[in-house]
């Protein structure tokens, strides 16, 4: 039992020695590191895959941190602990980029991946529901217009979609969908509610005047029980709405497209979520998905190049390409064109961009 | 005289109306008691009977996966144009175009490049990689033609699994009347088989469901635990042994003690930010890979491993202690030769249950970056990995749907791990662990 037991010792302290040789080699990573976007994660994961299967070099790791997180750690520094790649459901913002300069990250490849579209959905069982950005935020702001008149603001009194629009069916306003930390709900609210609140005058007057006092407008949500949030997890809010048909879900148009025989998505502004829809620009609330690749990287990590090719590649991005049936919507050729040529000549971010 | 006095005094108390009352109400209570236990047992067991029912039902169908056979050319003009053979060239060849030939072949018919989109379909993209690895192993087979069962595509495999209604309209499901035609066609000639699902425990991750498997996950989590071991079962035992059997007792040592089972009660998600902070950002070692892992799990696991040890050694009678010293033996003589011994069935079932909480934890590893899509198995402890629960986590989170059936088969086999180590814990005490 002695010797078992001094065996076990010296055996810890030997992995312990091996781990410190390693730090000080600064051991050279020979895979790529990717972070970011839970929304873009789907498509990463199916392009480094590819890349993986189909050459030598190693299949890269990828994080599924969420945007936000993933830029942080991504603008963290320029070396083999830091990620090469950060996927990213929104454009990077200013705030980020001098965070990454100050830690010398400075030259950022910025990579458009596609189209990805916001759906409402519900159950088959019912009827599709026609709506319009409008409906959408009244229904779902925190505070809206004075139903009576006048520019004044109210709590928001709708209990039913049919209280809101009398076109809309007479069920309660149930909705469920993501919680702040998500970005499907920032591009929910910035694309869908804004586009609905700009449509009253006096908030889009507002815009000049006082512009965060527009956005809490624009961008809350009610917290009375209307809106549930369900979680992160998109297929829990699919299992409920089959349970509950009167429910409403709000999700990435993935699901809806991997769910098409449960679910049935609404008609936003008279546009139905379909590929053609959102890829054509008709529908309104999509957003663009973006990568961020860091320079520095490039040549020092293997790999790196390989990847690019592979994401920019006509049979992985293209119109007819692999992510397409993972549900990404696909740039038009131009664009396509566009980004590939930055990605080959490398062709870094303007930084100040706004 | 007396003794019929206590006798009728007896009685007179058994007859009397008001203690009859309480007697009755202190057996009610009783059996109130008892059957609320019984309720709650019946509850607790119903409750667990569904859960594992839930999974097993979602999960057995994941142990096979439909195969569709087809006539393969390994044409040489696809595979290794320039004629040398090399693994080269191999490695770079059009395996896809392969399985389209083939697909093509079988199905002269189909014409229109969007139905011949649709064809393609129906067979797993991994086919390809698959009819790689065949050509790798045995280059012979250019130029050749066999017979190949390829796995087929996720919604074909849960068309034969019973998980998409055909008789719903053709806009409402994955699969449309043309392909449906084509895989009924195929079944027909008895080119569709369900058989056992090898990749789901060869293969790593993959974002297919029909080649995705647990492998990477299983090794990830060994690698993981072993790390976990080698670190806090010599650190632990070690820290058991001398906290019971040399220190002194003073209020330094009380306070550690308080400290340690305080630290048991800790959240696993704060060692898992005090990792981050120590090996990663401090030290600088990689994120993502079983040696900090199975570090950060150590740290989790010490104050379980240490009060089991201290529990096992303060059972050992204090007579075998006299006994050896009495007959001259140092005081680690004592210990190492009679003490410890005596105690290591009881530290052991404290190890391997912390093992096992070990082996299902997931917070922890989120915070340095093992929550990560890994299609590579790890072969060192430096290699990027991930663990069982957390493959689990990721499975569920995919929307294919054919991950359901997969995700439920990898909790049946997280739970086969769980109840083999808690089983070994058990057989450990019941065989070596000495009663004084």
Same mark, same amino acid.
Not at chain 1, 176 to 189: E, I, V
Not at chain 2, 42 to 68: M, P
């Given at each position: 039992?002695?010797?078992?037991?001094?065996?076990?010792?010296?055996?810890?302290?030997?992995?312990?020695?091996?781990?410190?040789?390693? #730090? +000080?080699?600064?051991?050279? &990573?020979?895979?790529? *590191?990717? /972070?970011?976007?839970?929304?873009?994660?789907?498509? $990463?994961? @199916?392009?480094?895959?590819?890349?993986?299967?189909?050459?030598?070099?190693?299949?890269?790791?990828?994080?599924?941190?969420?945007?936000?997180?993933?830029?942080?750690?991504?603008?963290?520094?320029?070396?083999?602990?830091?990620?090469? #790649? +950060?996927?990213?459901?929104? &454009?990077?913002?200013? *705030?980020? /980029?001098?965070?990454?300069?100050?830690?010398?990250? $400075?030259? @950022?490849?910025?990579?458009?991946?596609?189209?990805?579209?916001?759906?409402?959905?519900?159950?088959?069982?019912?009827?599709?529901?026609?709506?319009?950005?409008?409906?959408?935020?009244?229904?779902?702001?925190?505070?809206?217009?004075?139903? +009576?008149?006048?520019?004044?603001?109210?709590?928001?009194?709708?209990?039913?979609?049919?209280?809101?629009?009398?076109?809309?069916?007479?069920?309660?306003?149930?909705?469920?969908?993501?919680?702040?930390?998500?970005?499907?709900?920032?591009?929910?609210?910035?694309?869908?509610?804004?586009?609905?609140?700009?449509?009253?005058?006096?908030?889009?007057?507002?815009?000049?005047?006082?512009?965060?006092?527009?956005?809490?407008?624009?961008?809350?949500?009610?917290?009375?029980?209307?809106?549930?949030?369900?979680?992160?997890?998109?297929?829990?809010?699919?299992?409920?709405?089959?349970?509950?048909?009167?429910?409403?879900?709000?999700?990435?148009?993935?699901?809806?497209?991997?769910?098409?025989?449960?679910?049935?998505?609404?008609?936003?502004?008279?546009?139905?979520?379909?590929?053609?829809?959102?890829?054509?620009?008709?529908?309104?609330?999509?957003?663009?998905?973006?990568?961020?690749?860091?320079?520095?990287?490039?040549?020092?990590?293997?790999?790196?190049?390989?990847?690019?090719?592979?994401?920019?590649?006509?049979?992985?991005?293209?119109?007819?390409?692999?992510?397409?049936?993972?549900?990404?919507?696909?740039?038009?050729?131009?664009?396509?064109?566009?980004?590939?040529?930055?990605?080959?000549?490398?062709?870094?971010?303007?930084?100040?961009?706004? | 005289?007396?003794?019929?006095?206590?006798?009728?005094?007896?009685?007179?108390?058994?007859?009397?109306?008001?203690?009859?009352?309480?007697?009755?109400?202190?057996?009610?209570?009783?059996?109130?008691?008892?059957?609320?236990?019984?309720?709650?047992?019946?509850?607790?067991?119903?409750?667990?009977?569904?859960?594992?029912?839930?999974?097993?039902?979602?999960?057995?169908?994941?142990?096979?996966?439909?195969?569709?056979?087809?006539?393969?050319?390994?044409?040489?003009?696809?595979?290794?144009?320039?004629?040398?053979?090399?693994?080269?060239?191999?490695?770079?060849?059009?395996?896809?175009?392969?399985?389209?030939?083939?697909?093509?072949?079988?199905?002269?018919?189909?014409?229109?490049?969007?139905?011949?989109?649709?064809?393609?379909?129906?067979?797993?993209?991994?086919?390809?990689?698959?009819?790689?690895?065949?050509?790798?192993?045995?280059?012979?087979?250019?130029?050749?033609?066999?017979?190949?069962?390829?796995?087929?595509?996720?919604?074909?495999?849960?068309?034969?699994?019973?998980?998409?209604?055909?008789?719903?309209?053709?806009?409402?499901?994955?699969?449309?009347?043309?392909?449906?035609?084509?895989?009924?066609?195929?079944?027909?000639?008895?080119?569709?088989?369900?058989?056992?699902?090898?990749?789901?425990?060869?293969?790593?991750?993959?974002?297919?469901?029909?080649?995705?498997?647990?492998?990477?996950?299983?090794?990830?989590?060994?690698?993981?635990?072993?790390?976990?071991?080698?670190?806090?079962?010599?650190?632990?035992?070690?820290?058991?042994?001398?906290?019971?059997?040399?220190?002194?007792?003073?209020?330094?040592?009380?306070?550690?003690?308080?400290?340690?089972?305080?630290?048991?009660?800790?959240?696993?998600?704060?060692?898992?930010?005090?990792?981050?902070?120590?090996?990663?950002?401090?030290?600088?070692?990689?994120?993502?890979?079983?040696?900090?892992?199975?570090?950060?799990?150590?740290?989790?696991?010490?104050?379980?491993?240490?009060?089991?040890?201290?529990?096992?050694?303060?059972?050992?009678?204090?007579?075998?202690?006299?006994?050896?010293?009495?007959?001259?033996?140092?005081?680690?003589?004592?210990?190492?030769?009679?003490?410890?011994?005596?105690?290591?069935?009881?530290?052991?079932?404290?190890?391997?249950?912390?093992?096992?909480?070990?082996?299902?934890?997931?917070?922890?590893?989120?915070?340095?970056?093992?929550?990560?899509?890994?299609?590579?198995?790890?072969?060192?402890?430096?290699?990027?990995?991930?663990?069982?629960?957390?493959?689990?986590?990721?499975?569920?989170?995919?929307?294919?749907?054919?991950?359901?059936?997969?995700?439920?088969?990898?909790?049946?086999?997280?739970?086969?791990?769980?109840?083999?180590?808690?089983?070994?814990?058990?057989?450990?005490?019941?065989?070596?662990?000495?009663?004084?």
């Amino acid at each position: 039992m002695n010797r078992i037991f001094l065996g076990a010792a010296v055996a810890a302290f030997a992995i312990a020695i091996a781990a410190s040789v390693r #730090i +000080a080699h600064a051991q050279a &990573r020979d895979y790529v *590191s990717i /972070v970011g976007s839970s929304t873009v994660y789907p498509f $990463t994961t @199916v392009v480094a895959e590819q890349f993986g299967k189909s050459t030598r070099f190693r299949t890269p790791k990828i994080e599924s941190t969420g945007s936000g997180g993933g830029l942080k750690l991504f603008c963290a520094g320029v070396g083999v602990n830091h990620p090469d #790649i +950060a996927n990213s459901s929104r &454009r990077i913002k200013q *705030s980020e /980029v001098d965070r990454c300069n100050e830690n010398g990250v $400075t030259d @950022v490849i910025e990579v458009k991946v596609g189209y990805d579209g916001i759906v409402l959905a519900n159950s088959k069982k019912t009827e599709v529901m026609e709506i319009s950005r409008r409906d959408l935020f009244l229904a779902l702001a925190r505070e809206v217009p004075d139903p +009576a008149g006048g520019d004044d603001l109210v709590p928001n009194p709708y209990q039913t979609w049919k209280d809101v629009n009398d076109a809309l069916p007479d069920r309660g306003i149930v909705v469920l969908g993501p919680p702040p930390t998500s970005g499907t709900r920032d591009a929910f609210a910035e694309l869908a509610l804004e586009g609905g609140c700009k449509t009253f005058d006096f908030i889009e007057a507002m815009k000049k005047k006082d512009k965060r006092a527009y956005k809490a407008i624009c961008h809350s949500i009610r917290e009375d029980g209307a809106y549930v949030e369900a979680g992160e997890n998109d297929n829990l809010i699919v299992q409920k709405l089959e349970a509950d048909p009167g429910a409403f879900g709000v999700f990435g148009f993935s699901f809806l497209d991997q769910n098409v025989d449960k679910l049935q998505g609404s008609m936003v502004d008279g546009v139905a979520p379909e590929f053609e829809a959102i890829a054509a620009g008709d529908y309104p609330v999509s957003r663009p998905l973006y990568f961020y690749v860091k320079k520095a990287h490039v040549g020092q990590i293997p790999g790196i190049e390989g990847y690019l090719a592979e994401f920019t590649s006509d049979k992985a991005w293209g119109d007819d390409g692999y992510l397409t049936d993972k549900g990404l919507i696909p740039m038009p050729e131009e664009e396509r064109m566009q980004f590939a040529a930055d990605v080959k000549n490398l062709t870094p971010l303007e930084l100040a961009t706004e | 005289m007396n003794s019929a006095n206590g006798a009728r005094r007896v009685t007179s108390t058994v007859a009397d109306p008001r203690f009859q009352a309480r007697l009755r109400r202190r057996y009610a209570s009783e059996r109130r008691f008892q059957w609320i236990g019984r309720i709650a047992l019946a509850l607790g067991g119903a409750f667990l009977a569904l859960i594992l029912g839930t999974i097993v039902a979602n999960g057995y169908t994941a142990w096979q996966q439909t195969f569709i056979a087809l006539e393969i050319h390994f044409d040489p003009e696809r595979l290794d144009p320039e004629g040398n053979g090399s693994e080269d060239a191999l490695l770079a060849g059009d395996y896809g175009g392969l399985v389209k030939a083939a697909l093509r072949k079988a199905f002269p018919e189909v014409r229109k490049r969007r139905e011949r989109r649709k064809l393609q379909a129906l067979v797993s993209p991994g086919a390809s990689f698959y009819l790689r690895d065949m050509v790798l192993e045995d280059p012979s087979l250019v130029g050749e033609t066999r017979t190949v069962w390829l796995p087929a595509d996720d919604d074909v495999d849960m068309l034969f699994k019973g998980h998409i209604d055909r008789s719903a309209p053709e806009g409402s499901r994955r699969l449309s009347d043309r392909q449906l035609g084509i895989v009924d066609a195929l079944a027909a000639r008895g080119a569709v088989e369900k058989r056992f699902n090898r990749a789901f425990f060869l293969a790593g991750d993959s974002r297919e469901p029909e080649i995705s498997g647990i492998r990477g996950a299983l090794v990830g989590s060994a690698l993981t635990l072993l790390v976990t071991l080698l670190l806090s079962f010599p650190v632990g035992v070690g820290a058991a042994l001398y906290l019971e059997e040399f220190a002194p007792r003073n209020r330094w040592t009380d306070l550690i003690e308080v400290n340690i089972n305080n630290l048991a009660a800790v959240p696993s998600i704060v060692f898992g930010l005090l990792g981050l902070a120590v090996f990663l950002n401090f030290f600088g070692l990689p994120r993502s890979v079983p040696m900090v892992g199975g570090m950060v799990l150590a740290l989790m696991t010490l104050p379980t491993i240490i009060i089991a040890g201290r529990a096992a050694l303060a059972s050992v009678p204090p007579s075998i202690r006299e006994a050896a010293l009495g007959v001259g033996a140092s005081r680690m003589q004592t210990v190492t030769h009679h003490v410890l011994p005596l105690a290591m069935p009881g530290i052991l079932t404290g190890t391997i249950i912390g093992m096992a909480r070990a082996l299902g934890e997931t917070a922890p590893l989120l915070m340095i970056g093992m929550v990560a899509f890994i299609v590579d198995i790890p072969h060192t402890p430096f290699d990027p990995a991930t663990v069982l629960p957390v493959q689990i986590f990721l499975w569920v989170d995919s929307p294919e749907r054919a991950f359901v059936e997969r995700t439920s088969a990898a909790i049946i086999v997280l739970l086969g791990f769980l109840i083999a180590m808690n089983g070994l814990a058990v057989v450990l005490r019941r065989r070596f662990e000495r009663r004084w």
